[in-house]
């Protein structure tokens, strides 16, 4: 089959649809994606099958003329013990918008990943960018170091400014009528003149509003930070101020309205967080932050 040039970069296998794996209406622009200079698409398509041949984990980094590549295969599995986990967290909180994403599986996924970042990128979103996509795989242009690994290697004071930094980007991403869908840090990157944000393979609830998908975005962003509390005592307090105190009035109606089921969670609750692994702890120092405001 040969290469298409037009978007997705190219598309191995005559039945593989890009449409599918997404509900959203999504307005993703057609033009051609230019590949960086050096980086021809047929030599991209043997250096990604080689290097999955060589490889055994779902993203792959790799080398191609000087630059670096991400490789997303499809995610296998259901992984249904997790969701439920969640699905049930989320329930027994009485907070929707904390369920889990629609897991997103197979080709679909990242053809769903392919046409949103498409989207965003016309949009002028520092997302990458798709340099090709394969039943198998999904290619993707490197968009700067995980702010999950760059903040862990930060003093206090260094680290409080670069979070408060980055929820100030996630919320400016926001006034642009958007979202991220999972704004862990793990999922923003540190590029050189600020911010940038990855991975957008999980769809949300088709019917979950505008509203609730930025103060979801905001909780997942508070969650992630807030493991840092326990050597910051301010850090999720004026996170939390950082994020109230931008927020339109209807994100901040969705925070509070979250915050006081927290609070009222961790008053009955708070005893039992220290062992519920990550998420426990953070959520009662959210909770806590929102009960000392
Ligand atoms: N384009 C990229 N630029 C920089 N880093 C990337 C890129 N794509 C993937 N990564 C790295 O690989 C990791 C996993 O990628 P990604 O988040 O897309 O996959 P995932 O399996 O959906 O992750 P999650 O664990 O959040 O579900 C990222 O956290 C980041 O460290
Ligand atoms: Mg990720």
Same mark, same amino acid.
């Given at each position: ?28 622009? *057609?033009?051609?994606?230019?590949? *960086? ?58 907070? *929707? ?197």
């Amino acid at each position: 089959m040969a290469p298409d040039r037009g978007f997705p970069a190219r598309i191995a296998g005559g039945d593989f649809d890009p449409e599918a794996g997404s509900r959203e209406p999504l307005d993703v622009p *057609r033009g051609p994606q230019t590949p *960086r200079a050096g980086m021809t698409l047929p030599g991209l398509v043997e250096e990604v099958e080689a290097a999955l041949a060589a490889a055994r984990g779902r993203i792959v980094k790799l080398t191609s003329s000087g630059q670096t590549v991400w490789v997303k295969r499809p995610r296998r599995g259901p992984g249904y013990t997790l969701y439920g986990l969640h699905f049930a967290a989320a329930e027994a909180l009485g907070i *929707r918008l904390f369920r889990p994403p629609k897991v997103s599986r197979g080709p679909s996924g990242l053809a769903a990943e392919a046409r949103r970042l498409a989207h965003l990128q016309g949009k002028g979103w520092p997302v990458p960018r798709v340099l090709g996509i394969a039943p198998d795989w999904l290619a993707l242009s490197d968009n700067g170091p995980s702010l999950g690994d760059v903040v862990a290697g930060l003093q206090v004071p260094e680290r409080s400014r670069m979070l408060r930094a980055a929820l100030q980007f996630l919320q400016t991403l926001h006034a642009s009528q958007g979202w991220h869908g999972a704004a862990q840090l793990r999922n923003l990157t540190r590029l050189q003149d600020g911010f940038g944000a990855i991975d957008f393979e999980d769809d949300l609830e088709p019917a979950m509003s505008l509203e609730s998908r930025q103060a979801r975005d905001i909780y997942l962003f508070l969650i992630s930070a807030a493991r840092y509390a326990d050597r910051d005592a301010t850090l999720v307090p004026q996170l939390l101020e950082d994020a109230l105190g931008r927020a339109s009035t209807s994100v901040g109606a969705e925070l509070n309205s979250a915050g006081a089921k927290l609070m009222r969670a961790e008053r009955v609750l708070g005893w039992i967080a220290p062992y519920l692994g990550r998420d426990g702890p953070a959520l009662s120092a959210i909770a806590r932050a929102f009960r000392d405001r």
